[in-house]
């Protein structure tokens, strides 16, 4: 499947968009849904780090079960990354955390904490590619050498925000073009999502402080 031009994001509806990605909205949101479910299940005696966590492995496994359900895509370990792929191996979705510009058209989001090697090696690869390009076991895929240069690692990106006692988690769907230190420093496509509300907020047990934010106004 062919990648969008930049021009085309700026104006299309965001529906068209993840339709040229094989994907939808409604397999997306849920991930996200059944993250925050995951994080609030978190206690004050379990390690700091666990609501987060959790909250990841379940963004995880509801995006490769929805396409692994509904669009025939297999699970793929690529490079350290836990993603799911399209049949003709093409195109990954994963997932990580965002900062307060995520799903913010005018902004520049960044992931909130520091990737590994692995990310930075696909973003890489994500700018050579200009186009969006056998199982091992049941719904999962090992690629060729040739298809992993051809592969895309878009992102689930979110971001969390307490308003009025409710939860609204700002969302994207994105292609990382420049990693640097860890972090994503610019962005070969973006697809800025509707925010996912919540209600029920309770008060979770997070990896640290901060991790439900008030919102700012970038300047």
């Known amino acids: 499947m062919a990648v969008l031009p930049v021009a085309a994001h ?9 339709a040229a990605l094989g994907t939808k909205l409604e397999y997306l949101h849920p991930a996200l849904r059944a993250g925050e479910i995951a994080r609030r299940s978190a206690t004050p005696n379990h390690p700091a780090n666990t609501a987060g966590t959790r909250a990841h492995q379940e963004h995880v496994r509801i995006i490769r079960e ?4 509904h669009e025939g895509w297999k699970r793929l370990l690529h490079d350290h990354l836990e993603v799911v792929c399209s049949p ?12 307060a510009a995520t799903g913010d058209r005018t902004l520049h989001p960044r992931n909130r904490r520091r990737r590994g090697a692995a990310t ?3 973003a890489e690869a994500n700018t050579q590619l200009e186009f969006f390009p056998a ?3 049941r719904h999962e895929m090992v690629l060729s050498a040739d298809k992993v240069n051809r592969l895309q690692v878009w992102f689930l990106v979110s971001y969390r925000v307490a308003v009025g006692g409710k939860l609204h988690i700002h969302n ?3 292609l ?11 962005w070969k496509q973006r697809i800025p999502l509707p925010v996912l509300e919540m209600d029920g907020l309770e008060r979770p047990y997070e990896d640290g402080p901060g991790e439900i934010d008030i919102p700012v106004d970038f300047r």
Request: charged content about 25%; proline content about 4%.
């Open 172 to 174: 994207e769907l994105s």
């Open 66 to 69: 929805m396409h692994i359900q």
């Open 10 to 18: 700026e104006s299309d509806d965001y529906r068209v968009q993840l």
């Open 176 to 186: 990382p073009g420049e990693v640097a230190d860890g972090y994503v420093t610019s």
């Open 120 to 122: 930075e090696r696909v």
């Open 88 to 99: 003709d191996g093409t195109t990954a979705i994963g997932a990580m955390t965002g900062d």
């Open 135 to 137: 199982p091992v076991r």
